[in-house]
């Protein structure tokens, strides 16, 4: 069983910054792939980042690119979403998933085993 649990979240202006973690149990952590994922108010769930087990590749959704940065502690078994020039569209519940799988499609929301229960960004004009 693994349990994530996501922290961070907040009201930020437009241009701010945030920090998204999670924190995640489990004794093979380092053999995970991490993803973060988000659900805009009436919007379907989207893939936002995700990093491979060894933290040898990532990936990103074009929305942002380049203002997203998602990185893996092996030790601290964490994982964390730097958001930099946020932006209102990226308001959203925010959600860190764990796949156990040894493939990498890190965009199939499907693949992931294991959701934390989110955390809320807020971004104001």
């Known amino acids: 069983q693994v349990q994530l649990v996501e922290s961070g979240g907040g009201l930020v202006q437009a241009g701010g910054s945030l920090r998204l973690s999670c924190a995640a149990s489990?004794?093979?952590?380092?053999?995970?792939?991490m993803g973060w994922f988000r659900q805009g108010p009436g919007k379907e769930r989207e893939f936002v980042a995700a990093i491979s087990w060894s933290g040898g590749s990532t990936d990103y959704a074009d929305s942002v690119k380049g203002r997203f940065t998602i990185s893996k502690n092996n030790v601290r078994n964490t994982v964390s979403l730097q958001m930099n020039s946020l932006k209102p569209e990226d308001t959203a519940v925010y959600y860190c998933?764990?796949?156990?799988?040894?493939?990498?499609?890190?965009?199939?929301?499907?693949?992931?085993?294991?959701w934390g229960q989110g955390t809320q960004v807020t971004v104001s004009s």
């Open positions: 489990g004794r093979t952590f380092s053999s995970y792939t």
């Open positions: 998933a764990a796949d156990l799988s040894s493939s990498w499609n890190p965009r199939r929301g499907y693949e992931y085993d294991y």
